[in-house]
């Protein structure tokens, strides 16, 4: 007898795709159960506005939720950092895969990189978040540059440099390494440089709470250093009050004496687009070992970057 195929909802997208036929893969490893993909568009993708005018928070996700709530799919593939904080009661994050490169990376003409980059070059990012670190450092370096708001996939981003409307653009490393076009970038930027977004890098698979046969499958390609790590850095993104679209950055990574991991460092980053005020700490612990230890580590460091200001530097906040 055939199995039933398991339906993955996903984003239309090369790049969202990609992803979830790299899921799909994995879950039929898994389960030894035939996965189909289900492309469902969502509001981010037929908008043409930039994100921070729409409100960045759950603008590629509400549509896969909602099928997954009607029962259309049995299970979903998210880019971690575009789900709000806020976890649905109906729903569970059955898995949190290891966590691909989360640095951001640059694609120049002339194999340039960012600090080669000439005076007055145009950059292009849809993120205030890099807007606002991009700045910073430019200022802080004697740097000329021009951040320009631009959205789209990645060939239309790349086709901007390629074209000579701007001089470099910049994307997720994780995004062009799963879509097999990592060898365009000519500068990885270091995360002491800019930090990501919270979750870069990471995918959220969901499905409904009510499915334990399929959470317990999925659950087996959850990684624990990713959702522990993605865990502190969403929470301080929760205690911010920001949503996606706002300029923050933040990266927990863990800190490991050869083989062994000993402690965990959460770093936040809130600035002005313009790059010209910065509230960025970190604070270093025991890797957490339960959801709630992550969840309070977050909330301790936002507390302390509110503490410095960090509240009055966030501007456009998604609602």
Do not use: W
Not at 58 to 81: I, N, P, Q, W, Y
């Amino acid at each position: 007898m055939t199995q039933q195929p398991l339906r993955l909802g996903t984003r239309r997208s090369k790049l969202a795709m990609a992803q979830s036929g790299q899921v799909a893969d994995a879950v039929r490893r898994v389960t030894g159960r035939p996965v189909e993909l289900v492309e469902i568009t969502t509001y981010g993708d037929v908008s043409r506005e930039a994100l921070a005018q729409i409100g960045g928070t759950g603008v590629f996700v509400t549509a896969l939720r909602d099928a997954l709530l009607r029962g259309e799919v049995d299970f979903a593939v998210h880019s971690l950092k575009d789900l709000p904080t806020a976890q649905p009661e109906e729903l569970v994050l059955a898995a949190v895969p290891v966590r691909e490169d989360p640095r951001d990376v640059i694609v120049a003409r002339d194999a340039l990189k960012f600090t080669d980059l000439p005076r007055g070059a145009r950059i292009g990012t849809g993120s205030p978040r890099r807007m606002a670190q991009l700045n910073a450092y430019a200022r802080a370096h004697g740097l000329d540059i021009e951040t320009v708001a631009i959205r789209g996939n990645v060939d239309t981003r790349i086709g901007y440099v390629r074209d000579g409307e701007l001089d470099a653009v910049v994307l997720a490393a994780a995004g062009l390494n799963r879509i097999g076009r990592i060898d365009e970038v000519t500068d990885f930027l270091s995360v002491d440089t800019v930090l990501p977004a919270p979750g870069q890098g990471a995918l959220a698979i969901e499905c409904t709470a009510d499915n334990a046969d399929l959470i317990a499958a999925l659950g087996e390609l959850d990684d624990p250093f990713t959702r522990v790590a993605v865990t502190a850095e969403r929470s301080l993104l929760a205690a911010l009050e920001a949503g996606c679209s706002a300029p923050v950055g933040a990266l927990a990574d863990l800190l490991a004496d050869g083989q062994i991991v000993k402690e965990m460092r959460l770093r936040g980053v809130v600035g002005t687009t313009d790059g010209t005020r910065m509230v960025q700490l970190s604070t270093t612990g025991p890797v957490p070992e339960t959801h709630d230890q992550a969840l309070a580590l977050g909330r301790e460091l936002a507390t302390e970057m509110l503490a410095q200001g960090a509240a009055g530097l966030m501007g456009e906040r998604a609602h």
